[in-house]
């Protein structure tokens, strides 16, 4: 009985042990091993050079603007070209015996008028607008404006201003300075304020010395380049007894006549100067073999100040 009963049980614990067998989860099959994935090739490129780097970057930075030149002394031309300008007029007799010579060249000039002669002289100037000569501004008495306060040098201008306007209908766009005085922050607030071109000059026949006629067209002759701008004055008779000579040898020597506004209007760039070449091993030798310049005399005069010339 008991051998059966052990029977019984040994089969049970058979049974159940191969039913939880039969529920074990299959093993999972091997991972597929990972693809091999393809390799391109990348041409490198060879890095730029420091100067075609620099290169490329001026080329991506925006072009610099040119500041306006404000000031003249002469014009860089291209041709035979240029402006003869008479100072401190009009006068009652003188500018229209010039205007008389100029008309009869065909030659046009600026005039640099002073305010209270145009008060004196209102027909003189009108004529000489009408002929077609360029009216500037002087200012009214001839002082020298680098020693004024800013507004006694702006109701200098803007009474000449005025006046010149209201005599010939045209404001002018030009500005000489008395003895050419002016500092550099007066030329920016005037040019600013007035919208004037501060006019000089590079030619000086030194006729307000009364040198006479014959020394005037000589120094006249021998100082005009293509460009220039004349200095002289229409309130001296050596001056205007110098004009005919001094105005038929320059057109004689092929110089064309024009207003100041009109040589600054064919103004060309300056070309750049050319590098020097590189001195030579023999030149650079005898640079270092010359001795320092000796020093001067302690006690040695200095030169004499001269009165500004009155321009």
């Known amino acids: 009985m008991f051998v059966t009963r052990l029977s019984f049980f040994l089969g049970v614990a058979l049974l159940g042990l191969s039913a939880v067998r039969?529920?074990?989860?299959?093993?999972?099959?091997?991972?597929?091993?990972?693809?091999?994935?393809?390799?391109?090739?990348?041409?490198?490129?060879?890095?730029?050079?420091?100067?075609?780097?620099?290169?490329?970057?001026?080329?991506?930075?925006?072009?610099a603007t040119v500041e306006p030149r404000i000031v003249y002394n002469s014009v860089h031309v291209d041709g035979p070209y240029i402006a003869m300008t008479f100072d401190d007029g009009p006068h009652k007799t003188l500018t229209p015996k010039l205007l008389d010579l100029l008309a009869q060249r065909h030659i046009k000039v600026t005039f640099f008028v002073l305010g209270e002669c145009v008060a004196e002289n209102e027909d003189v100037l009108r004529r000489a607008a009408r002929e077609g000569h360029e009216i500037a501004n002087h200012s009214w008495s001839h002082p020298q404006l680098n020693r004024m306060a800013d507004d006694a040098v702006r109701s200098q201008l803007r009474r000449t201003d005025d006046l010149i306007k209201s005599v010939t209908g045209k404001r002018p766009t030009l500005f000489r300075p008395p003895y050419g005085a002016l500092n550099p922050r007066q030329q920016r607030w005037i040019h600013d304020e007035f919208g004037?071109?501060?006019?000089?000059?590079?030619?000086?026949?030194?006729?307000?010395?009364?040198?006479?006629?014959?020394?005037?067209?000589?120094?006249?002759?021998?100082?005009?380049?293509?460009?220039?701008?004349?200095?002289?004055?229409?309130?001296?008779?050596?001056?205007?007894?110098?004009?005919?000579?001094?105005?038929?040898?320059?057109?004689?020597?092929g110089f064309k006549f024009v207003t100041v506004s009109e040589l600054i209007g064919l103004a060309t760039p300056v070309p750049p100067k050319p590098a020097p070449p590189p001195a030579s091993p023999n030149e650079k030798k005898r640079s270092h073999a010359k001795t320092a310049p000796a020093a001067a005399a302690p006690n040695a005069p200095k030169p004499a100040a001269t009165a500004p010339p009155r321009n």
């Open 196 to 253: 004037y071109s501060i006019i000089l000059w590079d030619v000086d026949p030194l006729d307000w010395k009364e040198p006479g006629p014959a020394v005037v067209t000589r120094r006249i002759l021998a100082e005009t380049r293509a460009g220039s701008i004349v200095l002289s004055h229409d309130i001296h008779h050596g001056t205007i007894d110098a004009m005919p000579a001094a105005l038929d040898q320059l057109a004689d020597k």
């Open 22 to 63: 039969g529920q074990e989860t299959p093993a999972a099959p091997p991972a597929e091993a990972p693809k091999a994935v393809p390799v391109v090739a990348v041409p490198i490129q060879p890095a730029a050079s420091p100067a075609a780097t620099a290169t490329a970057m001026a080329a991506a930075k925006p072009a």
